[in-house]
């Protein structure tokens, strides 16, 4: 069981964003109140000096020609068509407005699901000296379920921003944030967020 309520130090806390780039937010209804509410948790985050980092899937051409054909984005590779979509400058990866990243925030650019392994994302925490990791993020049976796992196994401490996270299986997210991510991670809205930061 993890702490279901740990105290967020600034100093080593990140907020990570991922996903929300405009070809996948534009998959899911709903759009604005889920845009307004990692809006108020960047903000929130920023206020509190602590880090802001920003995840999102694109590729280059290169790395099509070397996507396996048992990855989930081979069909990704194998199309030109979509291939045009998932291009590293294409708009469809470039992160949705109105979210903003600023050049001190962590971003990094992924070929998986997950945003650790193909990225320097680890180190580029372990220099800021994170410990904490806020995840926000689409979707939660993909990008999130897959980071959440990544930094259980490298340690990290894990918050779930339950009403930050979407995905297109309303059933799949309500289990995974009801039931399995509770096993390793705090899981809380963008409201409550407030709670666990430490008395200044």
């Known amino acids: 069981m993890t702490d279901r309520h740990p105290t967020l130090d600034p100093d080593r806390t990140a907020l990570l964003v991922l996903d929300y780039q405009n070809g996948i937010v534009g998959q899911l209804p709903d759009t604005a109140s889920l845009l307004d509410r990692v809006t108020t948790a960047i903000d929130d985050v920023r206020g509190r000096g602590a880090h802001v980092g920003w995840v999102r899937v694109a590729f280059e051409d290169a790395e099509f020609e070397a996507v396996p054909e048992t990855s989930v984005f081979a069909p990704f590779a194998a199309s030109a068509e979509l291939r045009d ?87 799949t997210h309500d289990f995974l944030t009801g039931t399995l991510f509770p096993r390793t991670a705090a899981v809380v809205d963008v409201a409550g967020l407030e709670d666990f930061w430490a008395v200044q």
């Open 85 to 171: 979509g998932m291009r590293a400058d294409a708009p469809g990866t470039q992160i949705a407005a109105p979210l903003a990243p600023r050049p001190e925030d962590v971003q990094v650019r992924k070929i998986r699901v997950g945003a650790f392994t193909t990225t320097d994302l680890g180190p580029q925490l372990e220099k800021r000296g994170i410990t904490t990791l806020v995840l926000a993020g689409i979707s939660t049976s993909g990008v999130v379920l897959s980071t959440v796992r990544e930094a259980m196994d490298r340690d990290y401490r894990i918050v779930v921003l339950r009403d930050a996270c979407a995905d297109r299986d309303q059933a």
